[in-house]
């Protein structure tokens, strides 16, 4: 009588996360978003519609974008830290800081006092040049 034997060869799991992680570790820009105080049905592909297009011209009605230039940012922590320190001025809703270029865009709810901007770019470690 002859016995035949079946071995079960299990392989490890994909590192799926890996590559985002990498990714995600080589991004030379950062950006901050801020909860939203009023959520909106509409304008970005997040939305509850699920639609990437609204009929209003811009993603938040009322908002104002303003660049800024900041010299000294040269990594992605170096954008972080501003980011972070603009992040808690009041009426600030995102941050997107680029070290390559050095500008920080910011959105908020209504214009910032540039002064504010700078001092807050001043405790990241970092100085303000003015609006890009």
Same mark, same amino acid.
């Given at each position: 009588?002859?016995?035949?034997?079946?071995?079960?060869?299990?392989?490890?799991?994909?590192?799926?996360?890996?590559?985002?992680?990498?990714?995600?570790?080589?991004?030379?820009?950062?950006?901050?978003?801020?909860?939203?105080?009023?959520?909106?049905?509409?304008? !970005?592909?997040? $939305?509850?519609?699920?639609?990437?297009? %609204?009929?209003? @011209?811009? +993603?938040?009605? =009322?908002? *104002? /974008?303003? &660049?800024?230039?900041?010299?000294?940012?040269?990594?992605?922590?170096?954008?972080?830290?501003?980011? !972070?320190?603009? $992040?808690?001025?009041?009426?600030?809703? %995102?941050?997107? @800081?680029? +070290?390559?270029? =050095?500008? *920080? /865009?910011? &959105?908020?709810?209504?214009?910032?006092?540039?002064?504010?901007?700078?001092?807050?770019?001043?405790?990241?470690?970092?100085?303000?040049?003015?609006?890009?």
């Amino acid at each position: 009588m002859s016995r035949s034997l079946t071995r079960t060869v299990r392989r490890a799991p994909a590192q799926t996360g890996t590559t985002a992680a990498l990714d995600k570790e080589n991004d030379m820009s950062a950006q901050t978003e801020l909860p939203q105080i009023a959520a909106e049905s509409t304008g !970005s592909c997040c $939305s509850p519609s699920g639609s990437c297009h %609204s009929d209003s @011209a811009g +993603a938040t009605e =009322g908002a *104002v /974008t303003t &660049v800024y230039q900041v010299t000294g940012m040269t990594c992605g922590h170096c954008e972080g830290a501003v980011s !972070s320190e603009i $992040s808690e001025l009041a009426g600030v809703t %995102s941050v997107k @800081a680029v +070290a390559s270029t =050095g500008q *920080v /865009t910011v &959105v908020s709810a209504a214009p910032l006092d540039e002064e504010a901007v700078r001092a807050a770019v001043d405790e990241a470690g970092y100085e303000l040049v003015g609006k890009a």
